[in-house]
C-alpha cells in the first residue's frame, strides 16, 4: 500500500503553511494554516493505487461515505469529557470534513482522510487540521483521544492491497492478527488503540456487534489482556439512515486497569439505559462454540455455489431449459421467508406451494455426475459476464462445486423477534446461501431440535446487527444443539 509506506512521510508534510482550496493533478485539498504543515498534493489514485484494482478502490470509497449526524458528534464529545476534562492531542482516522473537531475541548486536533474531495465543505475548528494521507500511515502514538467514525465497509469489498497492508500494520503495532472476516472499522479501532499514549482514550462509532461477534474477538481480547475499561453505547436505529447496521459509541479508557465492560442503550429522548449484558439479558449472548472434528451431527452454514443466480434455478428457468429433476438438479432452499412461522416440516406440498409456484429459487445445479447433453446446454448459454465471481473464476470448470448433502433440519439464519424460523427437510433439499443446517439427525431428533428451535427464545442471546435484524451464526447453534440434545454431548470444542 502506497500510503501505507512510512517513506512516504516526508514527501507529504511539509512545514510550509498554506491556507484555503486549491486544485491540483485534480484534487482539492484544504489545510489549516494555523498548524504550520500541510500536504503536498498527492492524488487520490496515487494515495490508493497498491490498494487494487480502480475499481476497488472506487468500492471501497464509495462504501465509506457516510457522514455523521451532529447530535452523534456532540454526544461523542460528552461522553469523552465525562471521562476527560483536559485533552492535549486529539486525532481522527478517517475524518471526512473534519465534523469530530468542531465539538469538544482540546488544544490540538489532527484528522487523517485520504479523499480531499470529501473536505469539499470545510468544517474545521481553528485548532484543528486535515492531512490527506491514508490512517495507516502515520506513526503517531501519543494520542491523549483518537476520536471519529471510521469506514465500516465489509470484508468482502476491502481492496485485498488495503486489507494487506492494513493487517501488516496492526501486526507490527499491536501484535494483534485481524480476522480475515473482520470488517474495516476493526482494523480503524485497532490502529485507534495504538496510536492513543498509555492513559489515552478511543471514542468511535463503530457497528454494535463488536461486543459479541467472534470476527472481532480479537479486538476484544487484546483490549481485555490490557485490562482497559469499556462501555459500549448502542444507539438508536435510526441514528444512520443508509447504513443497515446498528451502530454505537464505543469508549476504551486505557487508564482503566481493572478491565470492567459496561453496555448502554439510546433511548428515544437521547439518555443511555445500563444494560445487564450485551443483549440486554441477564444470561448474556448465546455462546459460540466450534464444532469438534469428525463429529456426526453438527449445524454448517448454507452453501455458497459461486453464484446463486445461475447455478440455482426457479421452477420456470428449470422448465424452460428442460433440466430434469434428481437428474439436472435437485431442490434447494435458499431462504424461509416464505414459509409461514408455523409450519414444521418442508413436505412436499409446502415446497411446490411456497418455492416452485412461488418463483424462488428453489433448484440446485447437480455437480456430482457427469451433466446431460441439458445441463451442458444450459451452462454455455451462461454468459461469461453472469460467472465473474472470484470463486466461479478460481475453479477448473466455473461451475463445479462440491455437491453438499441435504440437511436433517433447516434453519433461517435471520430472524427478527423470538427466534428464527426451522423446519424438518423432508424432501431432501440442500440448505443455500443464508439458511443454515443441521446434519446427520434421526427422524425423532430431527423433530425435537425443531420444536426446542420453535420454543426458545434466542432473541434474547443474539445481540441484533441492523434495524432489528439478528443473526444466528453457526458457533451459536451449535451450543443451542449440544443443550437441546445433550446426548449429543460432548460435541463441543
Ligand atoms: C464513515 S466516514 C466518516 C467521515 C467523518 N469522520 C464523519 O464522521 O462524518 C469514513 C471516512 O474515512 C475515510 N477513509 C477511508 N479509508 C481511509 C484511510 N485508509 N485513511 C484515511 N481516511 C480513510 C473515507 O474517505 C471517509 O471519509
Not at 17 to 44: E, F, K, M
Not at 352 to 372: I, V
Not at 388 to 405: H, I, K, L, S, Y
Amino acid at each position: 500500500m502506497n500510503c501505507c509506506d512510512c517513506s512516504h512521510g516526508s514527501r507529504a508534510l511539509v512545514s510550509v503553511p498554506y491556507s484555503g482550496q486549491s486544485s491540483l493533478a485534480g484534487v482539492r485539498w484544504i489545510i489549516n494554516p494555523l498548524y504550520q504543515c500541510t500536504n503536498v498534493a498527492i492524488s487520490l489514485r496515487d494515495l490508493t493505487r497498491e490498494w487494487g484494482s480502480y475499481e476497488d478502490v472506487a468500492l471501497y470509497l464509495n462504501r465509506c461515505q457516510v457522514d455523521t449526524p451532529d447530535r452523534v458528534v456532540t454526544a461523542v464529545w460528552t461522553l469523552i469529557h465525562e471521562r476527560r476534562e483536559r485533552i492535549e492531542k486529539v486525532i481522527d482516522f478517517g475524518a471526512g470534513d473534519g465534523r469530530f473537531s468542531q465539538a469538544g475541548r482540546y488544544r490540538r486536533y489532527l484528522g487523517y482522510e485520504i479523499d480531499s474531495g470529501r473536505s469539499d465543505v470545510c468544517a474545521l475548528a481553528a485548532n484543528a487540521a486535515l492531512v490527506h494521507r491514508c490512517a495507516f500511515s502515520t506513526r503517531i502514538a501519543d494520542a491523549d483521544v483518537c476520536i471519529g467514525n471510521p469506514p465500516y465497509v465489509r470484508n468482502q469489498d476491502l481492496p485485498d492491497g488495503w486489507r494487506a497492508s492494513a493487517a501488516k500494520v496492526i501486526r507490527r503495532r499491536t501484535g494483534v492478527e485481524v480476522s480475515g472476516l473482520a470488517n474495516a472499522w476493526q482494523y480503524f479501532t485497532l490502529l485507534a488503540l495504538a496510536s492513543t499514549k498509555a492513559t489515552g482514550l478511543v471514542a468511535l462509532v463503530i457497528p454494535y456487534e463488536w461486543v459479541s461477534r467472534p470476527s472481532a474477538k480479537a479486538l476484544r481480547d487484546y483490549i481485555a489482556d490490557n485490562g482497559w475499561d469499556v462501555a459500549a453505547y448502542r444507539l438508536r436505529d435510526e441514528t444512520f439512515h443508509r447504513v443497515l447496521t446498528t451502530s454505537s459509541i464505543a469508549i476504551i479508557d486505557k487508564r482503566g486497569t481493572g478491565g470492567k465492560w459496561q453496555y448502554f442503550e439510546e433511548t428515544v429522548d437521547g439518555d443511555y439505559r445500563p444494560l445487564a449484558s450485551p443483549t440486554g439479558n441477564r444470561e448474556g449472548v448465546l455462546q459460540y462454540s466450534r464444532r469438534k472434528s469428525g463429529r456426526e451431527v453438527f449445524a454448517k452454514r448454507g452453501l455458497s455455489p459461486g453464484t446463486q443466480e445461475v447455478l440455482t434455478l426457479t421452477e420456470e428457468e428449470r422448465m424452460r431449459s428442460g433440466l430434469k429433476i434428481g437428474v439436472d438438479v435437485v431442490p434447494c432452499i435458499t431462504s424461509l421467508r416464505n414459509v409461514h412461522p408455523t409450519c414444521a416440516t418442508l413436505t412436499d406440498e409446502v415446497f411446490r406451494r411456497n418455492f416452485r409456484e412461488a418463483g424462488m429459487k428453489c433448484w440446485l445445479l447437480r455437480t456430482d455426475r457427469e451433466p446431460s447433453e441439458r445441463l451442458r446446454a444450459y451452462l454455455r448459454s451462461i454468459p461469461a459476464s453472469k460467472r465473474q465471481t472470484r470463486t466461479c473464476t478460481e475453479r477448473a470448470q466455473w461451475w463445479r462445486f462440491t455437491m453438499p448433502v441435504p440437511a436433517s433440519v433447516i434453519v433461517a439464519s435471520g430472524f427478527r423477534h423470538v427466534r428464527p424460523k426451522a423446519v424438518r427437510n423432508v424432501v431432501s433439499a440442500v440448505a443455500v446461501g443464508s439458511v443454515s443446517g443441521i446434519y446427520g439427525l434421526s427422524d425423532r431428533d430431527s423433530r425435537q431440535i425443531v420444536r426446542a428451535i420453535r420454543s426458545a427464545d434466542l432473541g434474547a442471546g443474539i445481540v441484533t446487527h441492523s434495524n432489528g435484524l439478528r443473526k444466528l451464526e453457526i458457533g451459536q447453534l451449535e451450543t443451542f444443539l449440544a443443550r437441546a440434545l445433550p446426548k449429543h454431548s460432548p460435541m463441543l470444542d
